[in-house]
């Protein structure tokens, strides 16, 4: 059952030659806009920021957009043959007989197919001694797949309803599985939720395998995470690095007033504590951090020239002393 080809590029409207940062800037611009608590059709919105999500997570990662890149007009050929065992994609059991498609986990089969970054079964083999005969049973494989999390789901916890569609590829039958998945608050990006039981089923009476689904944040053009920390790059004109200042910056719980100290740096970090996600172990919360990116002015009036060259003339800093 091969994938349908996905054009990332397409999607997130750049050329093939587009550089990282043409990537962040076109995913940014269109995070804004679909971004399910802002727009107006959130259904809508909803699948669409799915789609670019998907398409910045394989062309904003320099080894995935290598692969895709590589994959590009052979992709029908290698949609053709079977997925490798163990190891990205579909889940397959020994001998290639079955495949597994997902549902409700926020990506693509085609993503899941080249992309997804572990293999979809552990390597442990359970047998349990039957009496009676008729061979030994054998717990089933667990697989494992990605899902993707919004930030806000991450902050308060969820419950998906995920599908889950086995094939046989000699017989060609199917069966399909639907179950609800509990996302914690504090679900962290990498996080593994074990679902019991949902995995490869077992054999001669062993019992199932579980299904383990990884954690992938959804790209926010505000925010970015690093297990319960949350950053904010906020931009900054000179004067209020150098005189400092009062800003209004946005966290996942509403904006809030940040005071900048005269003096600050390019590149400098500041510290809201506890305005990060929850921590699952503790209850507690991660921090909120600030990255200041100064914004140099590209225009500027005569007046504002005048006043440059006045500072220019009349200050005693020494970039270079």
């Given amino acids: ?29 269109l ?37 895709y890149d590589q994959l590009g007009a052979n992709w029908q050929e290698e949609a053709q043959a079977p997925p490798p065992y163990p190891g990205g994609g579909h889940g397959q059991s020994q001998g290639h007989e079955q495949e597994f498609h997902f549902g409700g986990t926020g990506f693509s089969d085609f993503f ?3 992309f997804s970054g ?26 494992e797949g990605d899902i993707l999390v919004s930030l806000d789901e991450a902050m308060h916890g969820t419950q998906r309803p995920i599908s889950m569609q086995t094939v046989n590829r000699q017989t060609g039958a199917v069966e399909t599985q639907e179950f609800q998945v509990r ?6 990006d990498g996080r593994r939720i074990r679902v019991p039981g949902h995995g490869e089923p077992g054999h001669n009476g062993g019992e199932a395998g579980d299904l383990y689904l990884r954690v992938r944040h959804a790209a926010h053009p505000e925010f ?29 719980d509403g904006s809030i007033k940040l005071r900048i100290p005269a003096g600050t740096e390019n590149g400098q970090t500041l510290r809201v504590r506890g305005k990060g996600l929850p921590k699952a172990k503790s209850g507690e919360r991660g921090d909120f951090f600030v990255v200041i990116h100064l914004v140099l002015p590209t225009q500027i009036s005569d007046a504002e020239r005048e006043l440059w060259e006045k500072l220019r003339a009349t200050s005693n800093f020494k970039p270079r002393a």
Avoid: C
């Fill in 1 to 29: 059952m091969p994938a349908q080809f996905k054009d990332y590029y397409a999607t997130l409207g750049v050329s093939r030659d587009a550089s990282a940062d043409d990537i962040k800037k076109a995913f940014r611009k």
């Fill in 31 to 67: 995070a804004r806009k679909y971004h399910p608590d802002t727009a107006t059709d959130k259904k809508e919105a909803e699948e669409k920021f799915k789609e670019i999500n998907e398409a910045n997570e394989v062309l904003s990662d320099p080894e995935k957009r290598q692969k």
């Fill in 112 to 114: 899941e197919q080249y």
């Fill in 118 to 143: 572990g293999s979809r079964y552990g390597f442990q083999e359970e047998y349990i001694p039957r009496s009676g005969g008729g061979g030994r049973a054998r717990r089933g494989h667990d697989i």
């Fill in 183 to 188: 996302i914690p608050p504090g679900a962290t």
């Fill in 224 to 252: 970015t995470t690093r297990e319960a920390d949350v950053y904010h790059e906020l931009d900054a004109a000179p004067w209020e690095a150098v005189l400092g200042g009062e800003v209004i910056v946005p966290t996942l």
